[in-house]
């Protein structure tokens, strides 16, 4: 998993009552309304990691990942001056909360870098939650406003919260092609001869149903560069990328496969075809972050995406 993903993945295991991690959020009423949103204030607009919000007393928080020590000051403005209005206006607000809401910046970030983060927000005049995460750490405090309790949670056999979401737009092309790479697989192992972009994107991004529609498009269109890396490098005449226009949707057209040598000939193909995407994609070193188990070839479902087809704006 991308390690700049890691805040992220603490705010989706926080919301989720599912024992995989802390659950603190979820506990207190949050659920997830949407991933990669546009947020306007009158101070700007900005894109936030995940906007949660919760019930009676209704409270919507803007959630901001942070992978440094630093605080983009104009960027903390703008989710200061974010209110229910606003992004009522915008369409960013869940049509169940109430037009009064409290909206409330939560910086996300990472627990050895609390303390530069908290001196960023107090020079520029803003006050703002934050949690802060480690391996089996979560801890938030702050000015909490009505409906949110801080927490401090500590527990070695937790460790890293899980990696729901695994690779964005701006993950490296290596780490989203090697995804990609695993959808092409199955799809030729059932010898599709065609694989839809987004849908597998939606296999990918396992939140895909609350990724932003803007935030789907970014997505699609980064695996439009991995499919044309893996059809000029690893899967070379295996593979194109077909056109794609505003009424057909960007298509892999699967043009060889190993599922169609003979019994003898294709275990050697697939080993062939793996050791061309090791050489092409391989990452050396030690991950930072604990990987979710790879998937087998049978594990990869080419059936629907699960959940209700949410498309936040």
Known sequence: M?????????????VHADGTWFHDLAEQGFRLHAIELKVHSSA???????????????????????????????????YAAAD?????????LPVEVAQDATVSPLFVVRDE??????????????????????RGV?????????????????D?????????????HQSPIEELAELLAQQIGAAQARRLSVLDLEEAAARIYRLWPQLSLSGRRDFVRRLKDCARHLA????????RLGPGSSDVPARILIERTPADRDARGMPQAWQAQSRHLAADLGRGGEPTVEEDPQLSLDDLDLGEADGPDRRPE
């Open 138 to 154: 979560a801890r938030l405090d702050g000015p909490c406003p009505a409906g949110l309790e801080a927490f401090d949670r500590r």
């Open 113 to 134: 870098v609390r303390a530069d983060i908290e001196a960023g927000l107090r020079d520029c005049g803003v006050a703002a939650l934050v949690l802060s995460i480690g």
């Open 84 to 92: 229910a209005a606003a992004l009522r206006r915008s369409g960013a």
């Open 156 to 168: 070695a056999s937790k460790r890293w919260p899980p990696g729901r979401v695994r690779a964005d």
């Open 2 to 14: 991308d390690p700049r993903l890691l805040p992220l993945n603490a705010v989706l295991a926080l």
């Open 44 to 78: 700007g607009i900005a894109v936030t990691d995940a906007v949660v919000y919760r019930r009676e007393p209704d409270l919507v928080l803007l959630c901001e990942g942070k992978s440094g020590r630093n605080v983009e000051a104009a960027q903390a403005r703008k």
């Open 232 to 239: 000029n490098n690893a899967l070379k005449g295996a593979i």
